[in-house]
């Protein structure tokens, strides 16, 4: 079943390819730790991303959506290159940078869930609900590892995302059940990816 809704198959495509970025780009900071567990975290960090892009095939391959070459191409190198600059600029700014990512791309999985409202198909809402939630977890878990750095409050006022300002609207200590989760992200105008 193809659909009629061109912001939605372009979201779904822009997903499929920046999700191979994001994992991409987690390989190299993996790559670029020192400590285990760091190293662990950031590779189960990883592992989710991959896991979204195989999500979003399948809802893709439900509705005949094809992957967009262009965004494959761009993505690739976009996460090889995010990838490569993690062993050159520190261990703060890719955790900082990889946290604000997180924080937008925490709402591209509720507006996906509002524009398959509006084609009156609910099927994919637990998906997309739990990817969106995930994605918040990993801004989380990122926040809690930089928000003690001496660079912080700096780059906070200037990249405007941290313990005051964040990309989305979710609580992970309140969360709105899936059937209200397309209320989630109710400003969010889609950038990213």
């Not at 094809?66 to 490569?84: D, F, N, P, Q, T």
């Not at 009156?120 to 939630?133: A, C, F, N, P, V």
Request: proline share 3%.
């Amino acid at each position: 079943m193809s659909l009629d809704h061109p912001r939605l198959v372009d979201s779904l495509r822009k997903a499929y390819s920046a999700e191979k970025a994001a994992s991409f780009a987690y390989i190299g900071h993996a790559a670029s730790l020192k400590d285990p567990r760091e190293k662990a975290a950031v590779q189960r960090i990883e592992q989710d991303e991959w896991d979204h892009r195989r999500n979003v095939l399948e809802i893709m391959r439900r509705h005949d959506i094809e992957v967009s070459r262009w965004y494959e191409i761009k993505y690739h190198v976009i996460g090889k290159l995010l990838g490569l600059s993690c062993h050159l600029i520190g261990r703060f700014m890719p955790y900082f940078f990889a946290g604000r990512l997180e924080s937008g791309n925490v709402c591209e999985y509720f507006v996906m869930i509002r524009y398959f409202h509006e084609l009156d198909i609910t099927e994919h809402d637990e998906m997309l609900y739990e990817m969106g939630i995930r994605e918040k977890e990993h801004e989380v878990h990122f926040l809690d590892l930089v928000r003690d750095a001496r660079w912080f409050p700096l780059f906070e006022r200037i990249f405007s995302w941290g313990d005051r300002k964040s990309f989305n609207d979710v609580d992970l200590e309140d969360r709105r059940p899936v059937a209200r989760s397309d209320r989630y992200c109710a400003r969010y105008r889609s950038s990213r990816r």
